[in-house]
């Protein structure tokens, strides 16, 4: 079962504003395109770059480094969506951003 993380303040991220934050030791990205939050991992599978850096056109952020692009609402890379990058669910509650991050193993 998914479990939330705490996010910070959603006001912390303007529209067409980015911040990265750790989700259990990985960075993520969360963008805010037009007031709708999106979460994936900050780190381009092609080659690290922080995507948090990149711009955002579309629903679509573009990697700052080789211009590979992934899609904001999935991770899928747009040129071979078989490749993707992590994607989180965004919830806001009370102004606070929760991130789904998948629930630790136990035992």
Not at 71 to 86: E, H, M, Q, S, Y
Request: glycine share 12%; proline share 7%; aromatic share 8%.
């Amino acid at each position: 079962m998914a479990e939330r993380v705490l996010a910070g303040p959603a006001a912390n991220v303007p529209v067409g504003g980015v911040i990265v934050v750790d989700v259990r030791g990985k960075d993520v990205a969360v963008f805010n395109v037009e007031g709708t939050f999106h979460a994936i991992d900050d780190l381009c599978p092609h080659m690290a770059a922080s995507l948090s850096g990149g711009f955002v056109e579309n629903g679509v952020v573009t990697c700052p480094w080789h211009y590979w692009q992934f899609r904001l609402c999935d991770g899928a890379w747009v040129d071979n969506p078989r490749i993707r990058t992590g994607s989180y669910i965004v919830h806001v509650v009370d102004g606070e951003l929760q991130i789904e991050s998948p629930a630790l193993p136990t035992g």
